[in-house]
């Protein structure tokens, strides 16, 4: 069986470009690497990158030099986690309630990781996750 290596990328969509590139640059300082009218590519760390979408304006197909990316689309609350060293969970904490963000739920997993799950802008829901969540993370 070929092995993989990795989850390279996920993607969200959104309503509004001008306010999810407020919310992750501002509040999650998240830096773009590549950015144009229907989506900004952010890198979310080592071999890492998150995807936002304008919501529609993926549907067709898109035709690089180099190939075809297939059109693709979602809608509704999607969820995905950030990793975070276990230190850094409370300075979390406190940089997204002085940014007024709600932290709708905290987990403690049985393998010792910590989870705080909030929502973006679009209803999104974001985690970020200590090690201890996963058998591998």
Do not use: C
């Not at 760390?45 to 549907?59: E, M, Y």
């Amino acid at each position: 069986m070929p092995q993989l290596t990795g989850v390279l990328e996920t993607a969200i969509y959104v309503g509004d470009m001008a306010r999810a590139k407020k919310f992750y640059e501002e509040v999650m300082g998240l830096k773009p690497m590549f950015e144009d009218s229907r989506l900004i590519a952010y890198n979310a760390g080592p071999r890492s990158v998150f995807l936002v979408f304008r919501r529609g304006a993926s549907v067709d197909a898109a035709t690089l030099p180099g190939g075809t990316i297939p059109g693709h689309d979602g809608s509704g609350p999607l969820h995905f986690a950030f990793a975070a060293d276990t230190q850094e969970l409370p300075a979390w904490e406190r940089h997204l309630a002085g940014h007024g963000v709600e932290i709708v739920s905290r987990v403690d997993w049985p393998r010792g990781g910590k989870s705080i799950y909030f929502r973006d802008p679009d209803g999104h829901v974001l985690e970020i996750a200590t090690p201890g969540l996963w058998q591998n993370y």
